[in-house]
């Protein structure tokens, strides 16, 4: 008899059995040999974490494997069970199997992925490819990208992205998401007769589009030969600001949304003591609330790794994007600005007094910071503009 790990362990007949089990997520995997079944099991028992049997165990852990021939495909697979792709990944797995079909002559043609795959386990080869040939991606879809061709994972049937990796083929449209929004559709829903979208989201609109503009100059400088002395810069500058960039983008939409639930707790029913009470405290926390998404822009838009960068971008880029980069670094300053102006009128009203003078320290030092470092890049802009050609 089975003894339960919890409550009583009487069976009763009428209630049935529930089997329950949870285990991390398996994908499973074929590689492509163009050879024949033996020489695809051989691989496979090189491989698997069982081995050959006992006192010759495999070289990737919580990984099963048999080698087969497909008919249908006319070439042999190394049929494979990824327990772990945190332990064993896509990539190590394949690379193991490329190494031993190289040792016994024979080719591998590819890979493909039976069902749905992380996109974490996607986004882990494509980011050991980028380090072994020396690439500079950073995009996400061409990361992707990147890893379906080094994976060979169109080889049997066309790999869909939206479709193959799941939280892909899962993901809804955010509700009111403002970033979505075409620009036109942006400014009409801020112009409109509401209190929000407000200057909490714009601001964070305009901080992104100035790390975005300062990105461009980052880009504008690379991939030509004129340029090529300033590969090592731009690869070392363009990470930091590209975070800023995906990072503020949701924070148009997150602005709102903190609004929205402060407005909530104003609508809360202030008839009894007990109510007043609860109203009361919910205000103070969707105030605080409002008060820490402005800070985050702030945050971010301060952001020293990224300053660090943009100061090293106006030093050697691209003076053709001269004006570019001074309208970004102005766009950030702004978008800083106004975040810190949603931040100081959201404090008036909360009654924690420590938490209130923290946040105006913290948000006068950001303010203070990117200021100062608006000035700087606009002096070494100005001054290499005397001295240099575009």
Known sequence: STQSTWGPTAFVPEWGVTATGAR?????????????????HRIALNIREQGRGEGQPGRCKLVKAIGWFVDELNMAQVSINLDDYKVSS????????????????????????????PLEAILTA???YIEKEKLFIMDRDTKIRL????????SVKQFDPKKRIIDLAVAKPK?????????????????????????????????????????????????????????????????????QVNQLVPQITS???????????????????EQKVARENAMQLGLKQATEVPLTTMRLGANRDAWKSILELAQVGNMSCRSDLEVGVKMIETGVWGAMCNVLIN????????????????????????QESVQQVIRILQERGKTEKK
């Open 126 to 128: 494509a980011e050991y």
């Open 24 to 40: 991390n997520f398996l994908i499973a995997y074929n590689v492509n040999i163009l050879s024949t079944k033996e020489h695809a």
């Open 90 to 117: 896509l990539h190590t797995v394949f690379e193991e199997c490329k190494r031993d079909a190289n040792e016994l002559g024979v080719a591998v043609a590819g890979s493909e992925i039976v069902g749905l795959v």
């Open 175 to 243: 509700a009111n998401d403002l970033s979505h929004l075409t620009v036109e559709a942006f400014i009409s829903s801020v112009a409109a007769r509401t209190s929000a979208p407000g200057g909490g989201s714009v601001s964070a609109l305009a901080a992104s589009l100035g790390m975005g503009l300062a990105q461009m100059m980052g880009w504008m400088s690379w991939g030509n030969k004129k340029w090529e002395h300033l590969e090592e810069n731009v690869r070392r500058c363009l990470p930091p600001i590209n975070a």
């Open 347 to 370: 404090v008036e009203s909360i009654k924690d007094k420590d938490y209130v003078e923290n946040i105006k320290k913290e948000s006068q030092t950001h303010m203070q910071f990117v």
């Open 255 to 273: 602005d709102t949304e903190a609004f929205n639930q402060y407005m909530e707790a104003l609508k809360l029913p202030k008839d009894t003591e």
């Open 147 to 154: 890893a379906i061709e080094r994976l060979g994972l169109n």
